[in-house]
């Protein structure tokens, strides 16, 4: 008999998990809160471990016609000129050319649509209960209907619902950062710089932009705040409020940056955060990407972590032979050690991506500038680019 896999969340991870476990023979059923594919979001820089996985599923080359074809990264005075930045160039080497600048979107969209017609999908409903059943685990949904599974993955991101009904409350294992997050793309700015990735920064808030086709472009809002809380949770127009307050005042094109932001339709406002648990599963229940290894925006590779979760918990399964027990042990026991890495890494960087006073600010920009004319990129950059494992082949 078939087993049947639920996969809460439609996301970069969840569909990269559900592509997987259908591959390897279960009966998969995705449901998503949101009533359809999400488009929008921030720029990635994607390459890693998850462009291995993306290899593996098929998806480079449409990901390939996505690709922003990012040339120059720009830090930038409040004039607009250039003060430091970074060829693109060097980074293609570290990744030794497999890396590509996208939406966020872009990469989810290509995971569904690899997966959307091999699986269940379920828009515009979630999980609600989650109970131990005699063979397995009775899901409720919002919706009312009740079915039974045997097991269960939670790919629902940094507010996980499946993490809350089976491990605890959020703030068992959230780690705030002390940083806000927002996203967001304007049609028609004014200004636009294509394959550049422009940022401006004052102390404690940075601004960066992206110019995309059709005339849109794309910012990315990170700023300082010590209160987790202070972020209104689904009000659109108090998040707009409370991003107007943290960057009044502020120079380069704020004001006309503000202007765009009051009239966006697709804001995206969370707290910088990363997820620490002691297990990332429960009997028949395993979470992948950001419900459970959460490393934070600052990370720079989170789709691609989830990506490689999502890879190796279905690998690991069909390797046990049916024991869910063996297999998402042995899918911890392998990616554990890489996200924690990752982890660690993006707390350290925290300071130079957002740094928090002036001079903080005027030594990230030297240090950039003297080791892009050394040829040091390899030496300030480097880490981030080595993946500590590899990823095991699945028969």
């Known amino acids: 008999m078939t087993e049947r896999v639920l996969v809460s969340g439609a996301g970069i991870a969840g569909c990269c998990a559900a592509w997987w476990l259908q591959r390897y023979g279960y009966d998969v059923t995705v449901v998503e809160q949101a009533p359809h594919p999400r488009d929008g979001g921030y720029v990635i820089d994607f390459w890693g471990l998850g462009y291995d996985v993306a290899e593996k599923m098929g998806v480079v080359e449409q990901l390939r016609r996505r690709d922003l074809d990012v040339v120059d990264f720009q830090i930038v005075d409040d004039r607009g000129r250039k003060v430091s930045g970074i060829d693109q160039s060097a980074f293609r080497g570290l990744a030794g050319g497999r890396i590509m600048s ?57 507010h996980s619902t499946v993490r809350r009904l089976v491990f605890g409350q959020e703030s068992r294992f959230e780690n705030f950062l002390g940083y806000q997050v927002a996203a967001f793309s304007a049609v028609g700015y004014p200004h636009r710089n294509p394959h550049v990735y422009v940022t401006y920064g004052e102390p404690g808030r940075q601004i960066w932009r992206i110019t995309l086709g059709n005339d849109l472009a794309v910012f990315l809002l990170v700023f300082a705040d010590s209160d987790a809380a202070a972020r209104p949770a689904h009000d659109v127009a108090a998040q707009k409020d409370f991003l107007r307050k943290h960057y009044a ?7 006309e940056m503000l202007a765009a932001l009051a009239v966006t339709t697709d804001l995206y406002v969370d707290r910088v955060s990363q997820i620490h648990m002691p297990h990332w599963t429960s009997g028949r229940v395993a979470l992948v990407g950001d419900a459970c290894a959460c490393p934070s ?14 890879y190796t918990v279905a690998g690991e399964l069909h390797a046990a032979g049916g024991d869910y027990g063996r297999g998402f042990q042995a899918y911890e026991d392998r990616i554990r050690p890489y996200v924690e890495r990752k982890q660690k890494g993006a707390r350290s960087f925290a300071s130079s991506f957002v ?26 950059f480097g880490a981030q680019f080595a993946d500590p494992i590899t990823l095991k082949t699945y028969q």
């Open 297 to 310: 925006l600052l990370a720079g590779e989170g789709s691609a972590m989830a990506m490689a979760e999502a």
């Open 249 to 255: 005042g502020g120079g380069w094109e704020t004001g």
């Open 102 to 158: 996208l939406q966020r979107s872009a990469l989810a969209l290509a995971l569904y649509d690899a997966v959307k017609d091999r699986v269940t999908m379920r828009f515009g409903d979630s999980v609600n209960q989650l109970r131990n059943a005699p063979q397995g685990v009775e899901a409720q949904f919002q919706s009312g209907t009740t079915e039974a599974f045997d097991l269960v993955i939670g790919a629902d991101g940094l």
């Open 355 to 380: 740094p928090r006073t002036a001079l903080g600010l005027w030594v990230r920009n030297v240090t950039i500038n003297a080791m892009g004319q050394l040829g040091l990129t390899r030496l300030l």
